[in-house]
Every structure is written in C-alpha cells, then in structure tokens.
C-alpha cells in the first residue's frame, strides 16, 4: 500500500525518542484513519474507521488500558 498521499501526526509526549505510533488521514478518504510504527516507515499500516479511533482514543482516557502499560 502507498502511503505517499497520508498526512501523519505523532503525539508530541512522545518526544525524540521514537518509541510512538503515528496517525494519518489520506486527502479525499474521510472515513479512514491509518496507524503505523515511527520506527518503521515503510512496515505495515493498519487501517481503522473514524468511529474505531474514536473508541479507542475515549478508552484511553478513561484509562481502560493503563494496566497493558505496566
């Protein structure tokens, strides 16, 4: 799959480290949100709706997933 059209976003707590996943919407595909690896650019991409982002992004701050963090 070619990414080159993918705008990416990655959180800014995740510092210079590199240790983070990356987010990406495509121009004209507003029904997906893709999710790759920093560290490995050109590895797979996976691909999620919009409403599946948004349950795991409402997960994550209620902290329905602190305990795979420790």
């Known amino acids: 799959m070619s990414t080159d059209h993918i705008t990416w976003v990655k959180a800014t707590a995740s510092g210079s480290s590199g240790n983070c ?3 990406g919407s495509g121009a004209g595909d507003a029904t997906v949100v893709y999710l790759r690896d920093s560290k490995d650019t050109q590895g797979p991409v996976l691909r ?6 948004a349950a795991f992004i409402d997960g994550a701050k209620r902290n329905e997933f602190d305990h795979l963090a420790h």
């Not at 999620?48 to 982002?53: A, G, L």
């Open 21 to 23: 996943v990356e987010l």
């Open 48 to 53: 999620f709706t919009r409403s599946e982002i």
